[in-house]
């Protein structure tokens, strides 16, 4: 079995499973600044082949695509894949170490709160979706649905 065929299966479906749930990918520092400095609430997903914490992020990261309150925008990067482009979208997250998968709300380009793998990891994908719902509640009331 050819190990690398392996890792690119997986890593493309954890792709594909977060562009089929509605996110935009983000692959170079350009769409990355460029989807960050719109105005407006932004959720960045940054995603991750982990299997435990991203086996709980990514279905978490689906659900919220219904959520009655919501950012303006959905968004992906992929840690350890597109490594500029996540690098890029660290520099908005100030204040918080790098962390994948996590989850990072942004309005008008600034970091308003994130989730991290310490608080993915071990958790059921309930308890991730509460700490979002809770974040769009707070942050996204006047956006995508005034």
């Given at each position: 079995m050819d190990f690398n065929f392996f890792i690119n299966d997986v890593v493309q479906g954890a792709r594909q499973e977060m562009v089929e749930s509605g996110y935009q990918e983000l692959t170079t520092p350009d769409e990355v600044d460029t989807?960050?400095?719109?105005?407006?609430?932004?959720?960045?997903?940054?995603?991750?082949?982990?299997?435990?914490?991203?086996?709980?992020?990514?279905?978490?990261?689906?659900?919220?695509?219904?959520?009655?309150t919501r950012p303006d925008r959905f968004l992906t990067v992929f840690a350890g894949q597109d490594k500029e482009a996540t690098a890029k979208a660290r520099e908005?997250?100030?204040?918080?170490?790098?962390?994948?998968?996590?989850?990072?709300?942004?309005?008008?380009?600034?970091?308003?709160m994130m989730v991290e793998r310490h608080e993915i990891e071990g958790y059921e994908p309930i308890q991730v979706v509460q700490k979002l719902e809770q974040a769009f509640d707070q942050y996204c009331k006047t956006s995508a649905n005034s």
């Open positions: 989807a960050l400095q719109e105005k407006g609430t932004a959720l960045v997903m940054i995603n991750s082949v982990c299997g435990c914490a991203g086996g709980i992020a990514r279905p978490s990261a689906a659900y919220m695509k219904n959520y009655e908005y997250f100030k204040g918080y170490a790098p962390s994948s998968p996590s989850f990072a709300l942004l309005k008008d380009g600034e970091i308003q």
